[in-house]
């Protein structure tokens, strides 16, 4: 993972409620986090989505948690597409502190495309797809 260039960074603001009694956040809040990572990534990387008609929805998810987050930490979010296929694609996140660049957490993730008035996977669009190449400055589409 250590070739991944992330293009996206979405500061975190820290809410009294993430902290747990231990004084560190809760592990079951870092995947908030990568959700307003992945909406802040989409909304400005694939402009023109119609969010009624097309979602994304996760298939699979997994996290590392390296170092623990403390109510006084500065933290961002950050997000990059890793792999696109016809109807899915990965995607990396991780949450680090933005003072010292201490990697916090580490997870995966694979999404698909959907129509949400059908109620059916569908392959991604095309302008997404060259909206999200262009922007992480590679092709990604998977080799066959």
């Given at each position: 993972m250590e070739d991944i260039k992330f293009h996206h960074t979405l500061p975190i603001q820290l809410r009294f409620n993430d902290v747990d009694?231990?004084?560190?956040?809760?592990?079951?809040?870092?995947?908030s986090f990568y959700d307003l990572g992945k909406t802040e990534y989409f909304s400005s990387v694939c402009k023109g989505v119609n969010w009624e008609k097309d979602g994304i929805v996760v298939?699979?998810?997994?996290?590392?948690?390296?170092?623990?987050?403390?109510?006084s930490d500065n933290v961002a979010v950050q997000t990059a597409?890793?792999?696109?296929?016809?109807?899915?694609?990965?995607?990396?996140?991780?949450?680090?502190?933005?003072?010292?660049?201490?990697?916090?957490?580490?997870?995966?993730?694979v999404m698909v495309f959907y129509d949400l008035e059908k109620h059916e996977s569908?392959?991604?669009d095309e302008l997404w797809i060259n909206a999200i190449c262009q922007y992480e400055g590679r092709d990604l589409r998977k080799k066959k």
């Open positions: 009694k231990f004084g560190h956040v809760n592990n079951t809040v870092y995947f298939v699979h998810i997994e996290a590392n948690f390296l170092s623990q987050i403390f109510g597409v890793t792999e696109i296929g016809t109807k899915s694609f990965h995607l990396v996140q991780r949450v680090i502190d933005i003072k010292t660049e201490e990697v916090k957490c580490i997870c995966t993730s569908k392959p991604l």
